[in-house]
């Protein structure tokens, strides 16, 4: 039997949702986030009752979203005693709330790294997408005073057919403000990105995009990977050499809230690549704003409840059936379930999961023909 190499044991990477509440009304948002305050949101106790439980089984890197965190005025209370708690602690604003002062709280609080979404190479086209005039300029403002206090910083791309020809733009665009990484986050068309199936790129584009992204990460001069686009692994692996040293540390090693786990795999074995499976119940977990674990954000099944479990993350992680579903790839079905990839793929739960209300179903998103499902080449 095939062996995974995908983690099975605690998460390495946790995106935590702390609000929903957010003054943008993003096309893509995955939380369709208002600008109000939501019922059910966890306090600060029982905030730092989650982050007790999570430092009793592991020391995760701790992706601090929304929503926009930074709507919650204990965000640099909550940072620092993750941080204190041995936890890489990392955020996702949108940047409109990061001042002189905001960076500043952020850095002492030890906030090490932010993203920052990008999703056009003007302020035209990322305003049109972000749905409010002028967030361009003011997230290259909040952009601007982290850089100041010494915040690292990775910029975020979502992928549509309104940008995806814009991408080479934006990645040049990313070099020129000095992020780390440039993260090319595929469309998960769920939340309120559900109406944007339309803007959603076809799989053929996807893969010419991923295609792409495989020689940037091996040519740009800063980090390029993807986020939820699992069968990237693939396309690396095909690549024509794929051993390569260990990938860089990114500054969001996850997904959907948000980043992209690292396999260590080479394009070509002179940059290491990391090639970015589908994360969800491997070494990822998300956690909404009212304590609900889920296996990604994009993947709206209640897969534990904290308040529920004593706030012992533990206990709620392992004895999550969705989690234990996820680890098995024995269970994935259709041609994912048939791959020779599947054990590094994975394909996207959320998208087989809002196409066919079956998270083990096949990704919808990808064009490989698996060998054993290959007539000529079948071994039945
Ligand atoms: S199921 Fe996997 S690939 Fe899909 S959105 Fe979630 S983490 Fe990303
Ligand atoms: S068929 Fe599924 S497992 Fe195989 S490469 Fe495509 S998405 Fe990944």
């Not at 986030?33 to 905030?47: I, P």
């Not at 500043?104 to 005039?133: M, N, W, Y």
């Amino acid at each position: 039997m095939r062996k995974s190499v995908l983690h099975n044991s605690g998460p390495k990477v946790i995106a935590w949702e702390l609000t929903r509440r957010c003054a943008l009304r993003c096309k893509h948002c995955r939380g369709s986030a208002r600008d109000e305050a939501y019922e059910g949101e966890l306090s600060t106790d029982e905030c730092k009752k989650v982050i007790d439980g999570i430092a009793d089984y592991v020391k995760p890197v701790l992706i601090l979203t929304g929503g926009e965190p930074m709507t919650r005025p204990d965000i640099y209370e909550l940072a620092r005693y993750a941080a204190d708690k041995g936890m890489r602690v990392v955020m996702a604003p949108c940047g409109h709330l990061i001042t002189p002062e905001t960076a500043r709280k952020l850095k002492e609080a030890g906030v090490q790294c932010i993203s920052i979404s990008i999703d056009g190479s003007t302020p035209g086209k990322h305003d049109a997408f972000r749905g409010v005039e002028g967030a361009y300029a003011r997230t290259m403002e909040g952009l601007q005073h982290a850089i100041d206090v010494g915040i690292q910083f990775q910029v975020n791309t979502t992928v549509t057919k309104l940008n995806v020809d814009d991408l080479p733009a934006i990645l040049q665009r990313a070099i020129e403000l000095g992020a780390i990484t440039f993260d090319i986050f595929f469309l998960v068309p769920t939340g309120r990105a559900g109406a944007l199936r339309d803007l959603e790129i076809s799989p053929e584009q996807a893969e010419r995009a991923l295609q792409w992204a495989a020689e940037m990460a091996q040519t740009a001069p800063i980090r390029v990977k993807t986020t939820c686009a699992p069968h990237f692994a693939r396309i690396v692996r095909q690549g024509p050499k794929s051993e390569a040293p260990a990938a860089r540390p990114a500054c969001h090693p996850g997904a959907a809230g948000n980043g992209g786990h690292g396999h260590a795999q080479g394009h070509g074995g002179k940059r290491p690549v990391s090639t970015g499976g589908c994360m969800a119940g491997q070494g990822f977990v998300f956690i909404s704003h009212q304590g609900i674990l889920q296996p990604c954000g994009f993947l709206d099944t209640a897969s534990g409840d904290l308040r529920k479990a004593d706030f012992n993350f533990q206990r709620a992680y392992e004895e999550s059936q969705v989690f234990q579903d996820l680890r098995d790839h024995a269970r994935y079905e259709g041609k994912c379930g048939a791959c020779e990839f599947v054990h590094v793929c994975g394909g996207c739960r959320a998208r087989a999961y809002e196409l066919t209300g079956d998270y083990l179903a096949e990704e919808p998103q990808c064009t490989y023909i698996p060998r054993r499902t290959r007539p000529q080449e079948s071994t039945a």
